[in-house]
């Protein structure tokens, strides 16, 4: 019988808008490559043949069953590098190929937590800001961290549909969340028709900014728009028409060579479906009237609807309403925005966008939208050492 003692790794367990995720630093995890994948896994608790995660951390959905690794920046004008790894609930990998919007709100905040901010920089009370590099996609982030005492504050009266109690305010921008080969539309289009044999064709906007994501109109996928988790999640044929339409969107994309491939990639591309506003109760009970809001959006990860938003798909909601032409920007109405605000399952969220066209590309200089984050748990992690 096995009888190897557990390994102790310093750790934080944080909630990160609506998302939470235990941060680590570098220097405590092994290079990247797949023993640090083994034990990113094992703290989480996967792979989970029941899809629980009971002998870890997760808590057996895509918005909790992730992971960060954070290092002071080498990187010129940058304090701070952020590496996000989603962590898969059922199989043996971990999927490295996008950011958390939600998380990235941590970050900051765990950096001044973990000593990677000069403490010179940190004010008695005001806010310091701390200039991001998201490792995963090669981007700039902007977190303007409030801070109280000279500690960060992490109380306040901030809410956040998706999050059952207030805390303080923290705004991100998102600097030129576009691809870096300025193809914010893979396919050089604002929107697309795209055929999945056995499932249909569909119009789609298919966008690389915050993170790739493919948006439909809602009523072409059979929905209203007001679905809430149960509705997409318990029917596991509509979740099979989903993943079917984001493997061949994935494609299309050029994020993948063949459908096969969708299945290890489970992070990108996002699928978001949205429809003109609408009036519908919220999962907490909260009634949000159409005339609140723009449009509707509700969106998929890791192979189910999401209970909120995804911050990096709102980004790429906030910058594709911003864009005359993508079904976004339709079923919000059309005219001239830099900002919209849409429903999701739990409520209501608010993103900016300001973008331009040059030499008859979009760009999209910065996205913003605030979010809050506080630690749940600090001191060390335990994972069986292997045999």
Not at 35 to 54: E, N, T
Not at 145 to 159: L, R, S
Not at 190 to 214: H, K
């Amino acid at each position: 019988m096995s009888n190897s003692p557990q390994t102790r790794i310093p750790a934080t367990y944080m909630r990160g808008g609506t998302s939470k995720g235990v941060f680590f630093n570098a220097k405590d995890l092994p290079p990247p490559g797949p023993q640090r994948d083994a034990i990113l896994l094992r703290v989480l608790g996967s792979p989970d043949p029941y899809g629980k995660q009971i002998d870890g951390l997760g808590n057996a959905s895509s918005s909790t069953s992730k992971a960060v690794i954070l290092s002071r920046s080498t990187r010129p004008g940058h304090d701070v590098d952020y590496l996000f790894g989603q962590v898969s609930i059922d199989q043996p990998f971990v999927d490295w190929s996008g950011n958390c919007g939600n998380l990235s709100a941590a970050v900051g905040p765990c950096a001044i937590h973990l000593g990677l901010i000069d403490p010179a920089r940190i004010p008695i009370h005001g806010s310091v800001t701390v200039r991001i590099w998201q490792a995963n996609i090669g981007k700039t982030i902007v977190a303007h961290v409030p801070i109280a005492g000279g500690q960060v504050q992490e109380t306040g009266d901030f809410e956040l549909d998706g999050v059952a109690f207030p805390a303080a305010e923290v705004p991100l921008e998102f600097i030129e969340p576009s691809d870096d080969s300025g193809a914010m539309f893979p396919t050089g289009n604002v929107m697309d028709t795209l055929e999945v044999p056995g499932v249909g064709t569909f119009q789609a906007t298919l966008i690389n900014a915050g993170i790739p994501t493919i948006f439909l109109n809602a009523k072409d996928v059979g929905c209203t728009g007001t679905e809430l988790q149960g509705d997409i999640n318990e029917d596991k044929a509509a979740l099979a028409r989903f993943e079917a339409i984001r493997a061949h969107g994935a494609v299309r994309m050029g994020l993948i060579h063949d459908v096969a491939e969708a299945a290890q990639r489970q992070h990108t591309p996002k699928i978001v479906f949205i429809a003109p506003p609408a009036s519908y109760t919220a999962s907490s009970g909260k009634r949000i009237a159409a005339g609140d809001i723009d449009l509707l959006a509700r969106a998929l990860s890791m192979g189910k609807l999401h209970h909120a938003m995804m911050g990096t798909a709102a980004v790429a909601i906030g910058t594709a309403a911003a864009i005359p032409g993508t079904l976004v920007h339709l079923a919000a109405g059309g005219g001239t925005r830099n900002a919209v605000r849409f429903g999701h399952p739990s409520g209501t969220l608010r993103v900016g966008a300001e973008a331009a066209q040059a030499n008859g590309q979009w760009q999209v200089t910065k996205a913003l939208m605030s979010r809050s984050a506080r630690i749940l748990m600090e001191g060390w992690v335990r994972v069986p050492t292997p045999p």
